[in-house]
Nanobody, 110 residues
Framework: VQLQASGGGLVQPGGSLRLSCAAS????????VAWYRQAPGKQREWVAG???????NYAESVKDRFTVSRDNAKNTVFLQMNSLKPEDTAIYYC?????WGQGTLVTVSS
């Protein structure tokens, strides 16, 4: 199983980024896929998730700003992040069935 996260980068406050998590060895549409993040000096925290049926859930800190979605044909999960804030700066990881992606760094700074 391999999860490949990508799409991070440097963005100004108020900007947007879309993260992707592509999978091999596992079928995303059959399981819950979650996004986590870990800011410098802090513990890893859950950000959002999408269920097999397509239901989504979000941490309060990102609700109404982030959207998680899935492309079954590409076996990829996305995290659309809008209205980014400096406190969103972190390494973002995707997680599925005990497997972690390698993380992608998001830096929100002017």
């Amino acid at each position: 199983v391999q999860l490949q996260a990508s799409g991070g980068g440097l963005v100004q406050p108020g900007g947007s980024l879309r993260l992707s998590c592509a999978a091999s060895g596992v079928i995303f549409s059959e399981n819950v896929v979650a996004w986590y993040r870990q800011a410098p000096g802090k513990q890893r925290e859950w950000v959002a998730g999408i269920t097999r049926g397509g239901n989504t859930n979000y941490a309060e800190s990102v609700k109404d700003r982030f959207t998680v979605s899935r492309d079954n044909a590409k076996n990829t999960v996305f995290l659309q992040m809008n209205s980014l804030k400096p406190e969103d700066t972190a390494i973002y990881y995707c997680f599925n069935q005990g497997y972690w992606g390698q993380g992608t760094l998001v830096t929100v700074s002017s």
